[in-house]
């Protein structure tokens, strides 16, 4: 199996004032093609600058990041930004949907940037639409869908460039129980069908159940590493 | 990206907030508008002159006697009786002369039956409807024979027509009495409206000249003489050569004063263009100012637009955006938005321009360069004050910027 990410003596140090925090003190972590993980910790323990590191929305300040077996680490933005949009896909607690915009045309954001034509944006979109099993919501705006809806469009937004990893921060921290239990079947169902790597950060262990794999952090160091013997379905 | 790309993002962010978009072109539209108006004006403005001093006559050249000390007050110029019509006849061959006219002014009474009418009585030769480029509307004007003889015939204007004979009866033929003197009605002359100087040019009866010297005036001189240079080129060298042939006849040697005066309305013509120009390009100045203002406006909106979108540019960089194509997306939305403003400002410039052109019925006319100018300068305004909010979101930490609240 391929390995998509594979950090090692990870660090990150925030200035703070004058005082300087330690989110990251070296973290060891690698991620296998397929796998489903949950990322845990209680708020401060460094996950969600794992996360963003692990996205490369950041960088880090000691240790080496290896993505689909490239040194990212010392990448310039602009190079970053093109992984970004054509290797990684984001999906947020906030949704994050362009407002006053279809749902379809959401979709097909980061093909814009990734330079796909536009004659395939459309056609790629939908069908991602189609795998998310909501088709019928193509040409609805944000303001139409409920919650559930609008974060199924922005996991059809983060599938649209097939990407090796989809990052998941708290996705359902903004939905009702039956939405987060259908949002996490649909990650599951993603895995289990599609192959498709997939990263989730998450406080709560009812989400985190679906994974096949939790990692807990804890003070900026990873405390766990276990295989979850009791999936939830 | 594209260019083609990056405007389709930036019109489709535009139209996501349609009445923003709109208010914040308002600005350039007017400042456009204003501009196009203005400068429509001027122009309109300019040529209305350039047609009332045209109407006085083309390439004319005016000769005036000088002015003469009366017991040591000095009368301004035409005081003096110098010029002769001999002086005319013999500027008449001159290089460069079309034509010549001798002008004797005269106000009096003029009668026709019962009605009767102050106006200007013009002693002129022949050549003066050729001069002044003033057409007959009905019978002849005066001819050699008329002017040889002193003989007893005018030619009225259209105001004289109107006030001798009201009931709209052809005066040709008829008698009108000047000074006591009987005189038969040749030909009327096409009616030219106000001069330049708003005075009625239609006011005025011609008779030869020297029936105005012989009746009227009982002088051997004239007040002007009109010369009409061939082109307007001469128009410099013809006013040098006529005063230097009235200075030989005068018998006038350095340092003694010109008893006459030269003048040419080609310098009063440049005059007025030049204070049109003036005009212009104060009022395009007040409307660039405008422009100004609609541009601080567009960098205002684009500001707070970069503030309230800080999410949707997280969200553009965590998809792939880079830095540059978010700062070109923005810059492409300032420019959008001033450029479109700019050509609906060159519309509503252009129906205002109609508009005013119909009330004033001034000739009014916009110069296809500044149509150009103004939506060019527009979307340098986009540019200039599209760069910073342009900026300020590229330079976004996309981080941050998704957690913004």
Same mark, same amino acid.
């Given at each position: 199996m391929a390995r998509v990410v594979e950090v090692a003596g990870l660090q990150k140090t925030y200035a703070l004032g004058d005082e300087s925090v330690k989110a990251l003190r070296g973290v060891d972590l690698s991620l296998e093609a397929g796998e489903f993980v949950a990322v845990m910790g209680p708020s401060g323990s460094g996950k969600s600058t794992f996360m963003h590191i692990a996205g490369l929305l950041d960088t880090p300040t000691a240790g080496t990041y290896r993505f689909e077996d490239c040194e990212v680490s010392t990448l310039s933005p602009d190079a970053r930004a093109d992984i970004r949009g054509r290797r990684l896909g984001f999906v947020f607690q906030a949704y994050n949907l362009l407002p006053r915009t279809s749902a379809v045309e959401n979709v097909e954001l980061p093909m814009v940037y990734a330079g796909v034509p536009e004659i395939d944006r459309r056609r790629i979109a939908l069908e991602k639409l189609e795998t998310i099993g909501i088709?019928?919501?193509?040409?609805?705006h944000p303001n139409q869908m409920s919650g559930g809806q609008q974060q199924r469009v922005a996991i059809a937004r983060a599938l649209v460039n097939d990407p090796g990893l989809i990052l998941a921060d708290e996705p359902t921290g903004a939905l009702d129980t039956q939405s987060s239990q259908d949002i996490m079947r649909l990650f599951t169902r993603l895995n289990a069908e599609e192959g498709i790597t997939i990263m989730i950060v998450t406080h709560e262990s009812e989400v985190a159940a679906y994974a096949r794999r939790i990692v807990t952090f804890r003070d900026g160091l990873i405390t766990s590493d276990t295989l979850n013997q009791r999936r939830a379905a | 990206m594209t260019l083609k790309a990056t405007l389709a993002v930036a019109l489709a962010a535009l139209v996501r907030n349609k009445a923003r978009s709109l208010l914040t072109m308002l600005g350039i539209v007017i400042g456009v508008a204003a501009v196009i108006v203005t400068v429509a004006i001027g122009v309109g403005a300019r040529t209305s002159v350039q047609q009332s001093i045209n109407s006085l006559g083309s390439n004319l050249i005016v000769i005036q006697p000088g002015s003469v000390t009366q017991t040591g007050a000095r009368t301004g110029f035409g005081g003096a009786s110098t010029l002769t019509p001999e002086d005319g006849l013999a500027i008449a061959? #001159? @290089?460069?002369? @079309?034509a010549i006219s001798p002008m004797v002014s005269v106000r009096t009474q003029v009668v026709a039956g019962e009605n009767n009418w102050q106006t200007t009585i013009g002693g002129v030769a022949p050549t003066y409807t050729f001069i002044r480029s003033w057409p007959l509307v009905g019978g002849r004007f005066i001819n050699e024979n008329d002017v040889a003889s002193a003989a007893k015939v005018a030619v009225l204007g259209q105001t004289v027509v109107a006030q001798l004979f009201p009931g709209g009866q052809s005066p040709l033929g008829q008698t009108v009495i000047l000074k006591g003197a009987p005189f038969t009605v040749i030909g009327t002359l096409a009616a030219l409206g106000?001069?330049?100087?708003?005075? $009625?040019? $239609?006011d005025t009866v011609l008779i030869p000249y020297t029936s105005a010297m012989e009746? #009227?005036?009982? #002088?051997?001189?004239?007040n002007t003489l009109m010369v009409s240079a061939t082109s307007a080129t001469a128009i410099d060298p013809v006013q040098q050569s006529v005063t230097a042939l009235l200075e030989q006849r005068h018998r006038i040697v350095p340092p003694q004063a010109d008893d006459f005066q030269v003048r040419n309305l080609q310098s009063i013509a440049q005059t007025a263009s030049q204070t049109g120009t003036v005009m212009e390009l104060l009022l395009a100045g007040v409307a660039a100012v405008s422009l100004l203002v609609g541009g601080i406006g567009i960098m205002n909106i684009m500001l707070v637009s970069v503030t309230e979108r800080t999410r949707e540019i997280g969200l553009r960089m965590s998809v792939g955006a880079r830095a540059a194509t978010i700062l070109r997306q923005f810059l492409a939305e300032a420019i959008v938005l001033s450029t479109i403003g700019g050509l609906i400002g060159v519309v509503a410039g252009g129906a205002g321009t109609i508009a005013i052109g119909l009330l004033t019925h001034w000739p009014m006319a916009i110069p296809p360069q500044w149509i150009f100018a103004s939506v060019a300068f527009s979307a340098v305004v986009g540019i200039f004050f599209g760069y910073y909010p342009a900026r300020q979101a590229a330079a976004l930490n996309p981080i941050e910027a998704l957690r913004f609240e």
């Open positions: 088709p019928q919501l193509a040409n609805h | 061959k #001159l @290089a460069d002369v @079309a106000q001069s330049g100087t708003g005075q $009625d040019q $239609d009746r #009227l005036t009982g #002088l051997t001189t004239v």
